[in-house]
């Protein structure tokens, strides 16, 4: 019933710039902490940014200042808007959710940036 469904993943050249988005349904979702996380092959998922509550972002340092997470209670949709894409952010992106104490993922959207 919990269903998060990515998008806006694609092939950029570096310096270029896309925008995720994640739409949820069958959670309350202006109740819930959002985040975004990657995992590129051979590598260990990690968080990429976080919104929690209903305005306190987080990043992880490797974004800090080109990635921008943001969200729009209503329509259940959370942003990650990504500038300054490098080789390295390469990698399969996954929309989270944590809602009533459960983790909900997306099935992850692919985002390679290559000339």
């Known amino acids: 019933q919990v269903q998060l469904v990515e998008s806006g993943g694609g092939l950029v050249q570096p310096g270029g710039s896309l925008r995720l988005s994640c739409t949820a349904s069958?959670?309350?979702?202006?109740?819930?902490?959002m985040g975004w996380y990657r995992q590129a092959p051979g590598r260990q998922r990690e968080l990429v940014a976080g919104?929690?509550?209903?305005?306190?972002?987080n990043y992880a340092d490797s974004v800090k200042g080109r990635f921008t997470i943001s969200r729009d209670n209503a329509k259940n949709t959370v942003y990650l808007q990504m500038n300054s894409l490098k080789p390295a952010d390469t990698a399969v992106y996954y929309c989270?959710?944590?809602?009533?104490?459960?983790?909900?993922w997306g099935q992850g959207t692919q985002v390679t940036v290559s000339s």
């Open positions: 989270n959710a944590d809602y009533r104490g459960n983790m909900y």
């Open positions: 919104i929690i509550g209903g305005t306190t972002t």
């Open positions: 069958g959670i309350i979702f202006s109740i819930s902490n």
